[in-house]
T-cell receptor, first 110, second 112 residues
C-alpha cells in the first residue's frame, strides 16, 4: 500500500521567512513524488516533480529515500505563496495513479 | 487552451436522487481520471480511463457509482442514488499517457 503523510494542516510564516512543508511517504518500491498547489479559487496544478530536479517559483524538493521524505522548501516566502499544498506519490506499475496527502495550508503573513 | 472542463460547477440535490457530472479533457489527452475530494482531505482516485477503457476502477463504489467514456474523449460520472456522505468535490483530470495530470475546477456536490 502507498501512503503520503503531511503532518501540518496549517503553516503560518512571515514574508521573507524560510518555508518547509513536510511530506513523508510509505511505499515499498521506487516512487515518483510530486507537489501540487491550489491557489485560492483556482484549480489544482502541478508545482514540481522530483525527477525534474528543478526549482519552480523558488521552491525545491529533494527526495530522501532513507527518510522517505520529500519536503518542499523555499528560502524566502512571498505573499503570493499562500495556498494549499498537496504532496502526492505515484508508484511503479500504478499507471500514474496519484496518492495524495491531506494537504498543508500555507499562510504567508506580512 | 481551455484546460479540463467540468460541469456543473455546483450541484445541490436531496438524498436518494441521481446526479451526473461531466468532464471534457484536454484535447489529445488519452488518459482521464475521476477523483473524489472530501473536505479536509486530498483527492482520491475513483477511476482511470485509457481511451475508452476503464483500466483502474478498484476504488469506485460500484453499487451506486458508474462512469463511462464511450468515445474515448468526454466522460460522465453518475451517482444513483446519492447519499449524504457523497457530499464532496469531484475532480476530473487528464494526461497524455502517464505524463503530468491536469485537473479541472471540480464539481462541488451537496446532498441534503
Amino acid at each position: 500500500a502507498q501512503r503520503v503523510t503531511q503532518p501540518e494542516k496549517l503553516l503560518s510564516v512571515f514574508k521573507g521567512a524560510p518555508v518547509e512543508l513536510k511530506c513523508n511517504y510509505s511505499y515499498s518500491g521506487s516512487p515518483e513524488l510530486f507537489w501540487y498547489v491550489q491557489y485560492s479559487r483556482q484549480r489544482l496544478q502541478l508545482l514540481l516533480r522530483h525527477i525534474s530536479r528543478e526549482s519552480i517559483k523558488g521552491f525545491t524538493a529533494d527526495l530522501n529515500k532513507g527518510e522517505t521524505s520529500f519536503h518542499l522548501k523555499k528560502p524566502f516566502a512571498q505573499e503570493e505563496d499562500s495556498a494549499m499544498y498537496y504532496c502526492a506519490l505515484s508508484g511503479q506499475g500504478g499507471g500514474n495513479k496519484l496518492t495524495f496527502g491531506t494537504g498543508t495550508q500555507l499562510k504567508v503573513e506580512l | 487552451e481551455a484546460g479540463v472542463v467540468q460541469s456543473p460547477r455546483y450541484k445541490i440535490i436531496e438524498k436518494k436522487q441521481p446526479v451526473a457530472f461531466w468532464c471534457n479533457p484536454i484535447s489529445g489527452h488519452n488518459t482521464l481520471y475521476w477523483y473524489l475530494q472530501n473536505l479536509g482531505q486530498g483527492p482520491e482516485l475513483l477511476i482511470r480511463y485509457e481511451n475508452e477503457e476503464a483500466v483502474d476502477d478498484s476504488q469506485l463504489p460500484k453499487d451506486r457509482f458508474s462512469a463511462e467514456r464511450l468515445k474515448g474523449v468526454d466522460s460522465t460520472l453518475k451517482i444513483q442514488p446519492a447519499e449524504l456522505g457523497d457530499s464532496a468535490v469531484y475532480l476530473c483530470a487528464s494526461s497524455h499517457g502517464t505524463d503530468t495530470q491536469y485537473f479541472g475546477p471540480g464539481t462541488r456536490l451537496t446532498v441534503l
